[in-house]
């Protein structure tokens, strides 16, 4: 199988959106009925075989122990208890509004309660309407949500990879439901009083210096799909660092900067996996450095090895 399929925004542009706010009504879900976290880790979808998942939840809120899975092979979601019950229905068909009642339907006839605080989109363009009233989002093709699937996987596994080169407190590799972003990270002991005016998402998210890495693939603003990196807070000079390969480049955020590998570059290289390895190796130690990071003594030994920069 090709690593790294080609897969421009506007070729699917519409199922993205559907799909976008299809993951935003289980997230959300998940949100509500599993244990807080540090960093909101207990948010981020992850991935199987066939698809994402939910991992279980539930118990702690009086719900049975539940689990909610999209299938992008069948093109299903698949809600599950712990007593063995399934209930199941087709992707395809669905509006945003149709999705919702029916995912409600599902988790009732699994004796789960699966109200949600804000059932509305969140940091999107229609975020003031709610879900059970969006009828214009309704666009699902099986082959553009298989390779969405598809590409997140290899991404993820790259991340994996990533890393494993890292000693120091990571992130697991998680799929955020709010950004639709793949994402890993790594952070310094150093802690940051973060302001009160940020709110409590963000001040718990950055509490620590930290450097971070992902894909995303396009939105209205960057529209196309992207690998990334930045660094919290950002340090001076962080821009005037070199990046790797080649086609990498920093690039405002509107809030700070971002080391940017474009999908369309990385899949050129001779050896794209190596390239994308290269480049949040060159992106980590230009934030990380900055950041003052003892580089040297955070590396994992046995860690994979940069083919672009020759280090660990």
Avoid at 13 to 24: A, G, N, P, S, V
Avoid at 87 to 106: D, E, I, M, N, T
Wanted: charged content about 20%; hydrophobic content about 40%; proline content about 8%.
């Amino acid at each position: 199988m090709e690593l790294f399929p080609a897969f421009p925004l506007d070729e699917w542009y519409d199922t993205k959106q559907t799909l976008h706010r299809f993951e935003q009504i289980v997230g959300k879900v998940r949100l509500a009925h599993s244990p807080r976290r540090n960093h909101w880790w207990n948010v981020p979808f992850h991935l199987t075989g066939s698809g994402i998942t939910s991992r279980p939840m539930g118990q702690v809120d009086g719900n049975p122990v539940f689990t909610v899975d999209f299938d992008f092979v069948r093109h299903e979601l698949v809600a599950s208890n712990l007593d063995g019950h399934t209930a199941a229905f087709p992707l395809q068909g669905h509006s945003v509004a149709s999705f919702y009642l029916q995912f409600q339907s599902a988790l009732d006839s699994l004796g789960v309660d699966g109200s949600i605080p804000s059932a509305t989109p969140f940091d999107l363009p229609d975020s003031g309407r709610p879900f059970a009233d969006d009828h214009d989002h309704a666009t699902y093709v099986p082959e553009h949500a298989n390779r969405y699937w598809r590409v997140l996987s290899q991404v993820n596994l790259v991340l994996e990879e990533f890393a494993a080169s890292f000693s120091g407190k990571t992130s697991p590799v998680h799929h955020f439901w709010h950004t639709f972003d793949i994402a890993v990270t790594r952070f310094s002991p150093l802690p940051i009083q973060q302001p009160e005016r940020v709110g409590g998402l963000v001040r718990e998210a950055y509490s620590r210096e930290v450097v971070s890495f992902g894909f995303w693939f396009g939105d209205d603003n960057v529209p196309e799909p992207c690998f990334y990196a930045y660094a919290a807070p950002e340090p001076e000079g962080l821009t005037e660092q070199p990046l790797s390969p080649a086609q990498a480049e920093w690039a405002s955020s509107g809030q700070g900067h971002l080391a940017l590998l474009r999908y369309s570059d990385a899949r050129k290289q001779a050896d794209p996996r190596a390239a994308v390895l290269g480049f949040l190796e060159s992106a980590y130690r230009a934030g990380a450095g900055r950041l003052g990071w003892d580089i040297d003594a955070l590396a994992c030994p046995g860690g994979v090895t940069d083919p672009y920069l020759g280090g660990h």
